[in-house]
């Protein structure tokens, strides 16, 4: 059974950070590229910031400079490091596992609330 497992997310002011965790369980995760997605409310889901089995990384324009996403392969998992949050930042943070042939998995999503 594949499991994504978010936490990290809460309550922050303008301007602080956060870091979001993904542990990842019931897949090979070092073949896997694996993403951060969000969704704010009424907007659509929107990648956020991925990274692929040889740790290179891409970020929509909003995340850069900003945003830093990382993984370990021995513990499975994939963080996102936020700072400098602002609150257009607000929304679900989704982790996603991607596998070679295109199969996705999600995990639950964690809340994110940049104040102002």
């Known amino acids: 059974q594949v499991q994504l497992v978010e936490s990290g997310g809460g309550l922050v002011q303008s301007g602080g950070s956060l870091r979001l965790s993904c542990a990842v369980s019931?897949?090979?995760?070092?073949?896997?590229?694996m993403g951060w997605y969000r969704q704010g409310s009424e907007k659509p889901r929107e990648l956020v910031a991925s990274i692929s089995t040889s740790g290179s990384a891409n970020y929509v324009d909003s995340a850069k400079g900003r945003f830093t996403i990382s993984r370990d392969n021995d513990r499975k998992t994939v963080y996102l490091q936020m700072n400098n949050l602002k609150p257009e930042d607000t929304a679900v943070y989704y982790c996603n596992a991607q596998s070679p042939a295109g199969t996705d998995y999600w995990g639950q999503g964690t809340q994110v609330t940049v104040s102002s």
């Open positions: 019931g897949i090979i995760f070092r073949f896997y590229t």
